[in-house]
T-cell receptor, first 112, second 118 residues
Framework: DAKTTQPNSMESNEEEPVHLPCNHSTISGTDYIHWYRQLPSQGPEYVIHGLTSNVNNRMASLAIAEDRKSSTLILHRATLRDAAVYYCILRQEATGANNLFFGTGTRLTVIP | DGGITQSPKYLFRKEGQNVTLSCEQNLNHDAMYWYRQDPGQGLRLIYYSQIVNDFQKGDIAEGYSVSREKKESFPLTVTSAQKNPTAFYLC?????????????????FGAGSRLTVL
């Protein structure tokens, strides 16, 4: 399974933009890039996903490098409620694999 | 509102006892999953089921068992054979579909069940 690499932790000031990086150098052509986040003592929740083009939704934006070997989750204005662990994972569309590999993610701390 | 309900939220068990964690979804999702999370760690897949009456082992299935008699329900039994069962257990479901369609292949998680073995 293609894996991802994320920094263990990041900090951001409240109401400032946050850029969460993810490296996936072994990504295959049909892998979708998914982002989830997990608030303390809760289950993960879906944030956004994409294949090649940049994506926007009400929660965040996803910027995907042209070679697809990295991506960045962008929170445009961090709030205290955005403090969570953010997971970048790959979904193998071609094989129909059901197992999305959740690593340790990036723990985002938002400073008031 | 549609969603996934896990129960109980907290559970204490004595060593040597089996315990069953409930997972119910009303999202009409085909696939369901059980993950285990230890403190400061990521999620590890225990079992998954793509259709009723069928399920497959994940990465850490030893000491666990599941059933999928109904589409809505995917209970997990933690048996006495599981050597270190204290953990946070997460159930998830997924609507099957192509990766590009909105909402397809996105996991919806329950709130989790925290099991402590005394």
């Amino acid at each position: 399974d293609a894996k991802t690499t994320q920094p263990n932790s990041m900090e951001s000031n409240e109401e400032e933009p946050v850029h969460l990086p993810c490296n996936h150098s072994t990504i295959s052509g049909t892998d979708y890039i998914h982002w989830y986040r997990q608030l303390p003592s809760q289950g993960p929740e879906y944030v956004i996903h994409g294949l090649t083009s940049n994506v926007n939704n009400r929660m965040a934006s996803l910027a995907i490098a042209e070679d697809r070997k990295s991506s960045t989750l962008i929170l445009h204005r961090a709030t205290l409620r955005d403090a969570a662990v953010y997971y970048c994972i790959l979904r193998q569309e071609a094989t129909g694999a059901n197992n999305l590999f959740f690593g340790t993610g990036t723990r985002l701390t938002v400073i008031p | 509102d549609g969603g996934i309900t896990q129960s109980p939220k907290y559970l204490f068990r004595k060593e040597g006892q089996n315990v069953t964690l409930s997972c119910e979804q009303n999202l009409n999702h085909d696939a369901m999953y059980w993950y285990r999370q230890d403190p400061g760690q990521g999620l590890r897949l225990i079992y998954y089921s793509q259709i009723v009456n069928d399920f497959q082992k994940g990465d850490i299935a030893e000491g666990y068992s599941v059933s999928r008699e109904k589409k809505e329900s995917f209970p997990l039994t933690v048996t006495s054979a599981q050597k270190n069962p204290t953990a946070f257990y997460l159930c998830a479901s997924r609507r099957r579909g192509r990766g590009g369609s909105p909402g397809a292949n996105v996991l919806t998680f329950g709130a989790g069940s925290r099991l402590t073995v005394l």
